[in-house]
């Protein structure tokens, strides 16, 4: 089988930055990827961990260590619209490729 | 580009009635997943299709839930006899190839009463 954890909830304030952790157990682990969700809207991709190290896009980085089964979603920078939920979900080739997400962790960016 | 477009965005539904969930994935994607989510959790796995194969549907209860990715049109996930516990919002998702990185559509919010 497979397990994810992360933080049921982050709050922060505006300007701040916060780092929200992702351990994972599978086998045949492929990569790690990070989601957006707003209000139980579409989900939109982030970014995207299939070696380790730091990837950077504008105010998000992640970061993977496959040694350790852990990973990060960090934001820099924290605005009010950035209060969502983050899902971790990791692709794993034996379980068929596929995407399997997170309980989501819900952040709150305060002013 | 139009994005994966689901439809109907709401459905409501009596116990025991059929629901029928469209997907149209974006333009140049050949790979559809539909996943499930309740309020406060994440999004359940269901199915992963490509055109004209079902390629994994492990997710998906064994009875009266079926999905299809036909050559031409939408993939339709189907729910036979829905129960209350089927009330959930179900995502489709599609990529050009593998699960790196999926766009998703904007959901479909199924109500049975």
């Known amino acids: 089988g497979q397990s994810l954890e992360q933080p049921s909830e982050v709050t922060a304030v505006e300007g701040a930055i916060v780092q929200i952790n992702c351990t994972y157990q599978?086998?045949?682990?492929?990569?790690l990827s990070w989601y957006q969700q707003h209000d139980g809207g579409a989900p939109t991709f982030l970014s995207y961990?299939?070696?380790?190290g730091l990837e950077e896009t504008g105010r998000f980085s992640s970061f993977l260590s496959r040694s350790d089964s852990y990973g990060y979603l960090l934001l820099q920078e924290l605005q009010m619209k950035d209060s969502a939920s983050y899902f971790c979900?990791?692709?794993?080739?034996?379980?068929?490729?596929?995407?399997?997400f997170g309980q989501g962790t819900e952040l709150s960016v305060k002013p | 580009n139009a994005g994966v477009m689901q439809n109907p965005r709401h459905l409501v539904r009596r116990r025991g009635q059929e629901a029928r969930l469209r997907c149209s994935p974006m333009?140049?994607?050949?790979?559809v997943y539909w996943y499930r989510q309740l309020p406060e959790e994440g999004l359940k796995f269901m199915v992963y299709?490509?055109?004209?194969?079902?390629?994994?549907e492990s997710g998906m209860p064994k009875e009266r839930f079926s999905a299809e990715f036909p050559k031409e049109g939408p993939s339709i996930l189907r729910i036979q006899q829905v129960v209350r516990g089927d009330s959930a919002a179900y995502f489709c998702?599609?990529?050009?190839?593998?699960?790196?990185?999926?766009?998703f559509g904007a959901g479909s919010r199924l109500t049975v009463l």
């Open positions: 998702a599609s990529s050009i190839s593998g699960a790196n990185v999926l766009t």
């Open positions: 979900a990791v692709i794993s080739r034996n379980q068929g490729g596929k995407l399997i």
């Open positions: 599978t086998s045949g682990f492929y990569g």
């Open positions: 299709l490509q055109k004209e194969n079902i390629i994994d």
């Open positions: 961990n299939g070696l380790d």
């Open positions: 333009k140049g994607h050949s790979h």
